[in-house]
T-cell receptor, first 113, second 119 residues
Framework: DGGITQSPKYLFRKEGQNVTLSCEQN?????MYWYRQDPGQGLRLIYY???????QKGDIAEGYSVSREKKESFPLTVTSAQKNPTAFYLC????????????FGNGTRLTVT | AQKITQTQPGMFVQEKEAVTLDCTYD???????LFWYKQPSSGEMIFLIY????DQQNATEGRYSLNFQKARKSANLVISASQLGDSAMYFC????????????????WGLGTSLAVNP
């Protein structure tokens, strides 16, 4: 079955360490997205990519970085510059941005202490 | 500015009854689309239903339907015959206006409504 796989489901890191969250899709979608979700704040867009080797900053890109070297993969690195990295991170993809619905992974819950 | 407002932080409904979750939106773009997603406690976001601004009829998908009132700028989700498995967060989202985003039309999200279905 096609879908989006995020790993790991839970991730724990010490403050000051960079950490990379994995997102892999086999839906053959061009567009991929990273969202951050905090309690009571809904979804906020971190980065998105419409095509391989191209990506744009979303609303809260500071302290994060991404790469899109393959169509299937869109990893997110949470750097030590991100002041408050503890959150739930969701990866999504769609074949037609803004027209077709987003397909989401199951999310990664990152805790930084 | 474009905005989605969900005014109900939490809702309760008795099993087998219908419930309406409110969503109002603000946009000056004549062409827009509205999405509803469900997020169970496990975390994944599940697409439920879509309404385009030019659609002639209100969208329906099984037990889900949209009460789309364009003049009032509201797109309320109606869940009929509620089930225990409907307990979740529900998010309303709208795609960005073409004039603002061009080809990079992203979604604008509401803050969500938490629905609890009582047995």
């Amino acid at each position: 079955d096609g879908g989006i796989t995020q790993s790991p489901k839970y991730l724990f890191r010490k403050e000051g360490q960079n950490v990379t969250l994995s997102c892999e899709q086999n839906l053959n979608h061009d567009a991929m997205y990273w969202y951050r979700q905090d309690p009571g704040q809904g979804l906020r867009l971190i980065y998105y990519s419409q095509i391989v080797n191209d990506f744009q900053k979303g609303d809260i890109a500071e302290g994060y970085s991404v790469s899109r070297e393959k169509k299937e993969s869109f990893p997110l690195t949470v750097t030590s510059a991100q002041k408050n990295p503890t959150a739930f991170y969701l990866c999504a993809s769609t074949p037609h941005p803004g027209v077709s619905p987003l397909h989401f992974g199951n999310g990664t819950r990152l805790t930084v202490t | 500015a474009q905005k989605i407002t969900q005014t109900q932080p939490g809702m309760f409904v008795q099993e087998k009854e219908a419930v309406t979750l409110d969503c109002t939106y603000d946009t000056s773009d004549p062409s827009y689309g509205l999405f509803w997603y469900k997020q169970p406690s496990s975390g994944e976001m599940i697409f439920l239903i879509y309404q385009g601004s030019y659609d002639q009829q209100n969208a329906t998908e099984g037990r889900y339907s949209l009460n789309f009132q364009k003049a009032r700028k509201s797109a309320n989700l109606v869940i009929s015959a509620s089930q225990l498995g409907d307990s979740a967060m529900y998010f309303c989202a709208m795609r960005e206006a073409l004039q603002h985003a061009g080809n990079n039309r992203k979604l604008i999200w509401g803050l969500g409504t938490s629905l609890a279905v009582n047995p």
